[in-house]
């Protein structure tokens, strides 16, 4: 029973071991993965920045063209506001290649420049997009790994606890075997003290009924 009792404490301790290198495992993979979430957090915090700063930009650069439009129209050059009135917002504007022979290289920059402002906010709204995905990814990644660690946590509780179960036991175990031997001397030598009192007929007698010889052995 006590070789049982230290083989299966034996078992129990390398689940245990088993367990903790999952969840060193488990935890190096969440450390990642927040590591990863909070650096595409930051990134998504500076595309924001850089597309707000990039729309400003943009809506400023429209509004200096829309006025050069109107200035030139005033000079008499209908052609700027033929742009103008086909233009109803920006994307319409920078597709009117058939306009752009009328426009002077001045505003053919200002055009330029514009058509840039939105290609660069087109880009940056495509990488917030990427890296909201990412981050949702991310979350449920973290979501995963976290409950994994709390089952492997669970799974080792119980281990621990079956451990010190079974730690238990054998104490006792021990415990009785020791109070049976400290019995069995008592008895031995409650017996061995009677025996001395007696001659040795009597101890003669007395052995034999015990089914021992002097020598303390059985027949």
């Given at each position: 029973?006590?070789?049982?009792?230290?083989?299966?404490?034996?078992?129990?301790?390398?689940?245990?071991?088993?367990?903790?290198?999952?969840?060193?495992?488990?935890?190096?993979?969440?450390?990642?993965?927040?590591?990863?979430?909070?650096?595409?957090?930051?990134?998504?915090?500076?595309?924001?920045?850089?597309?707000?700063?990039?729309?400003?930009?943009?809506?400023?650069?429209?509004?200096?063209?829309?006025?050069?439009?109107?200035?030139?129209?005033?000079?008499?050059?209908?052609?700027?506001?033929?742009?103008?009135?086909?233009a109803e917002d920006i994307t319409s504007l920078l597709n009117s290649?058939?306009?752009?022979?009328?426009?002077?290289?001045?505003?053919?920059?200002?055009?330029?420049?514009?058509?840039?402002?939105?290609?660069?906010?087109e880009a940056l709204e495509k990488q917030q997009e990427e890296e909201?995905?990412?981050?949702?990814?991310?979350?449920?990644?973290?979501?995963?790994?976290?409950?994994?660690?709390?089952?492997?946590?669970?799974?080792?509780?119980?281990?621990?606890?079956?451990?010190?179960?079974?730690?238990?036991?054998?104490?006792?175990?021990?415990?009785?075997?020791?109070?049976n031997i400290s019995m069995e001397q008592q008895a031995l030598a409650?017996?061995?003290?009677?025996?001395?009192?007696?001659?040795?007929?009597?101890?003669?007698?007395?052995?034999?009924?015990?089914?021992?010889?002097?020598?303390?052995?059985?027949?």
């Amino acid at each position: 029973a006590l070789d049982s009792m230290h083989t299966d404490k034996a078992n129990t301790e390398v689940e245990i071991e088993s367990l903790d290198n999952q969840l060193s495992s488990v935890q190096t993979e969440i450390d990642t993965t927040n590591s990863e979430l909070e650096k595409t957090e930051a990134e998504l915090e500076q595309t924001k920045k850089d597309l707000e700063a990039a729309q400003e930009k943009e809506k400023k650069q429209y509004e200096t063209l829309k006025l050069r439009i109107k200035v030139m129209y005033k000079k008499g050059d209908t052609g700027y506001l033929e742009i103008l009135l086909a233009a109803e917002d920006i994307t319409s504007l920078l597709n009117s290649t058939e306009y752009i022979s009328k426009i002077s290289d001045y505003d053919s920059n200002l055009l330029q420049s514009l058509r840039d402002t939105r290609t660069q906010i087109e880009a940056l709204e495509k990488q917030q997009e990427e890296e909201v995905a990412r981050i949702t990814q991310l979350k449920e990644e973290l979501e995963t790994q976290e409950t994994e660690l709390q089952g492997i946590l669970d799974e080792k509780a119980a281990y621990i606890q079956s451990l010190n179960t079974t730690i238990e036991y054998t104490e006792e175990y021990i415990q009785e075997l020791e109070e049976n031997i400290s019995m069995e001397q008592q008895a031995l030598a409650e017996i061995e003290a009677e025996i001395s009192e007696l001659d040795d007929d009597e101890k003669k007698m007395f052995l034999e009924d015990l089914g021992l010889t002097e020598s303390g052995l059985e027949k």
